[in-house]
């Protein structure tokens, strides 16, 4: 089994910042693809920022230039630094990893953590 699990989140005033991790443990054998999701209620989950396995990055617009996602593949996590947060950001923030968890098989899949609320206040 693979947890993913999520910290960081909470209540900030908007153009403050926060950063959030995520750690996968369990039976890891490889991790590609890490993410990070939003959802607010009502609206699908939507893509805030992806990494690979060796660095290459993926924003969605509304967050270029204000968030960064960066991992630590020894210690397999993912994180996002977010600056310059506006009220629209506030979302419960969930995390993604595509994970290979058995050693005879090279099959990755797809795990979720189970979401850290960011709020940001006017």
């Known amino acids: 089994q693979v947890q993913l699990v999520e910290s960081g989140g909470g209540l900030v005033q908007a153009g403050g910042s926060l950063r959030l991790s995520c750690a996968a443990s369990g039976s890891i054998f490889g991790i590609n693809a890490m993410g990070w999701y939003r959802q607010v209620p009502g609206k699908q989950r939507e893509l805030v920022a992806t990494?690979?396995?060796?660095?290459?990055?993926n924003y969605a617009d509304a967050v270029k230039g204000r968030f960064t996602i960066s991992r630590d593949n020894a210690k397999n996590t993912v994180y996002l630094e977010m600056n310059s947060l506006k009220p629209e950001d506030t979302a419960v923030y969930y995390c993604?990893?595509?994970?290979?968890?058995?050693?005879?098989?090279?099959?990755?899949?797809?795990?979720w953590g189970q979401g850290t609320q960011v709020t940001v206040s006017s």
């Open positions: 990494i690979s396995r060796g660095g290459s990055t």
């Open positions: 993604n990893a595509n994970v290979r968890s058995k050693y005879w098989s090279t099959t990755y899949l797809e795990y």
